[in-house]
């Protein structure tokens, strides 16, 4: 992590379109999408209920607190309480083959 910025080569994305992102001196995982017009999607796994990092399910189509048992799917979004807020999303961009997830 470099100035509140996570860099991940796009190459990465060659056999998947989920990755779970662990940066460096970061307490939470970041699931990053690649979506199909092409962009990228980055969520913080922390549950918005009580801040239990977030379980990712097969190829980031949703997310599970295995602490109280909120759901949320691959856009973030509560599907199943107690949480009530979305998770937080992360601007990205995309410059020179890396994917830049903005986290400041």
């Not at 990228?40 to 801040?51: G, I, N, S, V």
Request: with cysteine; aromatic share 8%.
């Amino acid at each position: 992590m470099i100035n509140h910025k996570v860099t991940v080569p796009v190459d990465l994305f060659a056999n998947s379109n989920f990755l779970l992102i662990q940066p460096k001196g970061m307490y939470y995982n970041i699931g990053l999408r690649k979506e199909a017009d092409g962009t990228y999607t980055a969520l913080l796994l922390r549950c918005t209920h009580a801040d239990n990092q977030l379980v990712a399910s097969a190829n980031g189509a949703g997310y599970t607190c295995n602490l109280h048992g909120s759901k949320f799917n691959q856009e973030g979004q509560v599907t199943n309480g107690p949480a009530d807020r979305s998770l937080k999303r992360y601007p990205t961009q995309v410059e020179s083959n890396q994917i830049i997830i903005n986290i400041a």
